[in-house]
């Protein structure tokens, strides 16, 4: 019995596989404001970094994660608004292909500006296309905390932190605070 056991531990830590954390880039960084290309194919690799990316977000821990925020600028997102966070969402090549009229003014923070929360005014609903981690394409519609998290994540992709949307005045302030965190650590 005790060597049954052993065989079924040794052949999960065989299958076992290891995450990696990453290092999440913090504004002003100019990568930050790189437009991420294309995957051209969903493969080990990209499925590799989706669960490097998850692993990173939840230990931030956040809610969602662009690749471009880890210096991968291919377009792919994590998200996972769940309260008890297993309800791990991947966009690989996501698209909003339809946003509602509605507009809607919501609290926002980045693990990109950690510590800076504001209010930014995006679509209250959207509708998202993307692939998923078997490179199956599937549609998505988004509203409250989800569609806001798709917005701020797919600004990341086109190069833009949610901090782009205040005043001259705030932005000044923020990347001031940025610049001081980053030379005090």
Known sequence: MAN????????SQITLEIMA???IL????????KVAKPVPEVNDRIRRLVADMAETMYAAPG????????DVHERV???DVSETHDELLAFINPEIVWSSDERKLSEEGCLSVPGIYDNVERAEKVRVR???EKGETFELDCEGLLAVCIQHEMDHLMGHVFVEYLSPLKQT???SKMKKLAHAM
């Not at 913090?26 to 404001?33: G, Q, T």
């Not at 809610?63 to 880890?70: E, S």
């Open 130 to 132: 993307a692939l998923n």
């Open 63 to 70: 809610v969602g994660l662009a690749a471009t925020q880890v």
């Open 4 to 11: 049954a056991s052993l065989q079924r531990l040794a052949a």
């Open 26 to 33: 913090n504004y002003p960084d100019k990568r930050l404001h």
């Open 77 to 79: 997102i994590v998200i």
């Open 21 to 23: 954390l990453l290092s």
């Open 173 to 175: 302030r923020i990347k």
